[in-house]
């Protein structure tokens, strides 16, 4: 393990208060997007879409990488120029999603265990030929009756840090998310304490097998009420809860957060991460930036619907987004930035 590079390439990921795009979505999950608006579920248009993303200008203005999927990865602009490198000329790096996916795990209904260390070795050395610089593997935990058990936690957290180890080794910086999901009707202090027992979780795994701190960056859910909670919750609470787990239980050495977006509006999203970092971030001793797909890309999808001359109206969405989020990372987001066009 190459420890100076690993934490090189950690800190530039969530440097000069800009965060990274996620565009891994998986083949079911982006067809699924596709059909909701009528976009053919084709290789091509999923070529098309994420070329559109990829060739967007200015997009090193406001993330320091991306996160493909193994498809995307391969994939080059209808010029023929790989995805990796219109990315890298961009001045962003390109990462990786690595599981393949969640499955039940055997003796806990309504529980996911996510698959794919079999084998994993070998293809994290085909990622950095192709021009990873780092990867990301996500756990699903299921808020619930019952659940998560300690064996989905435990299960989980195992998987991501052996997954997290076998990344360090070839110099790809590991991308730790473990997703509370917000379906459900838990309220903001149940999502806490499920949140604070998961990273609790994660942290001791990630000890165990031996995981450079300093060369990871965590990507977790914000603390939130379940969709089907009617009990009202401010900004200022979903914040102060979020980071208060968060100090709780992520150790200092971490360069950085990146939180994943889980469903929220985009403006939610961002307002949220605005408030951590506008009230907490000089008592933070790692960056608070977003690793967000929906709160950033929805728009975008939404105006392109498959149309190539929609492509540069999406594209001004998919700026815009960028740029509230860019300003949430400063702590210098506020409503009146919606109005304002790139
Ligand atoms: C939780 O999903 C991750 C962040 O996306 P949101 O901001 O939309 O919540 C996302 O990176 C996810 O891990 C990928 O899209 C892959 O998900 P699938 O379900 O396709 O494996």
Redesign the pocket.
Same mark, same amino acid.
């Given at each position: 393990m190459n420890a100076r590079a690993l934490i090189h390439t950690a800190r530039a990921l969530v440097k000069g208060e800009k965060g990274l795009l $996620? #565009?891994? *979505?998986?083949?079911?999950?982006?067809n699924r997007r596709f059909a909701a608006l009528g976009i053919p579920q084709t290789e091509d248009a999923r070529r098309a879409y994420r070329e559109l993303i990829v060739t967007t200008p200015t997009l090193g203005e406001y993330i320091n990488g991306a996160?493909l999927?193994e498809e995307t990865l391969r994939q080059m602009t209808h010029e023929g120029v790989p995805f990796t490198k219109v990315l890298s000329d961009a001045g962003v790096m390109p990462g990786i999603?690595v599981?393949m &996916?969640?499955t039940e795990l055997a003796g806990h209904p309504g529980e996911t265990i996510t698959e794919g260390l079999d084998g994993l070795r070998g293809r994290l050395q085909a990622y950095v030929k192709l021009g990873a610089r780092f990867a990301?593997w /996500?756990a699903?935990i299921t808020p619930g009756a019952n659940i998560p058990s300690h064996g989905c936690i435990h299960s989980n957290a195992h998987a991501l840090a052996r997954y997290a180890a076998l990344c360090q080794e070839v110099g790809l910086v590991p991308i730790i *998310?473990p *997703?509370v999901l917000m379906d459900g009707d838990q309220t903001l202090q149940q999502c806490a304490a499920v949140t604070q027992d998961v990273l609790r979780t994660v942290f001791e795994q990630l000890h165990t097998q031996r995981v450079l701190l300093e060369g990871m960056l965590l990507?977790p859910?914000m603390v939130l009420p379940g969709l089907a909670c009617t009990a009202p919750t401010t900004v200022g609470e979903v914040s102060e809860a979020t980071v208060s787990c968060l100090l709780r239980t992520v150790p200092a050495a971490v360069p950085g957060i990146v939180? #994943?977006? &889980? &469903?929220?509006t985009a403006e939610l999203?961002s307002a949220r991460l605005n408030d951590m970092n506008a009230r907490f971030k000089l008592q933070l001793p790692w960056a608070l930036a977003?690793?967000?797909? /929906? $709160?950033?890309?929805?728009p975008a999808m939404e105006i392109w619907k498959g149309n190539p001359g929609n492509t540069a109206a999406a594209q001004k969405a998919l700026l815009h987004r960028l740029r509230c989020n860019h300003a949430a990372c400063r702590g210098e987001y506020n409503a009146d930035l919606e109005w304002l066009t790139v």
């Open positions: $996620a #565009l891994d *979505e998986s083949t079911p999950t982006c996160i999927y999603k599981d &996916g969640t990301k /996500r699903v *998310e *997703e990507k859910n939180f #994943l977006s &889980g &469903g929220q999203a977003f690793s967000f797909a /929906r $709160a950033i890309q929805q």
